[in-house]
């Protein structure tokens, strides 16, 4: 009988020491996926402007930096290449922060602006579970955009495709 106390006692120090050992808290990877996708985007600018957006996202695997662009189509065309940092939610959610350049031209603004200039870009992006969707949102934030001169603001969000 004490043999068999013995025993017990020992399994059951063992198992407690190994999952003490070897369990670990889970923490939130950034989602995976590189995607490009389309949607609408609001510009708050010279009076508010309705347009679309085309969006594009590389993801650099086991690290929590994205290459991204998008491309705005209104009235006037324009392109924002940034960098971003991803914060990762959970497995299907970043949230990020990216800086970059506005690249537009020509008289009448784009919903980020008519000129060269730095931006800031505040986001999210949900990977929707057990498929190739994205559902990503953002706003651009860009430092003397206009022609006039002044900051920029637009909104946009829409839906992509993870490749």
Known sequence: MKRLKYLVSVLLAS???????FTQ???????YGSYVGIGPAIGFADGGQLGGVVAFRYKLLESPISF????FFGKNVALVPTVSYDFPVDWQTDTYLGAGFIFAGGDTPSPVGNKVGFALQPGIDYAVPHSNAVVFGNAIIGFDALRDGGTTFSLQGGVGLRF
């Open 15 to 21: 198992s407690l020491l190994s999952l003490t050992q």
């Open 25 to 31: 808290p889970v923490n939130a990877q950034a989602a």
């Open 68 to 71: 991204r662009g998008q491309a």
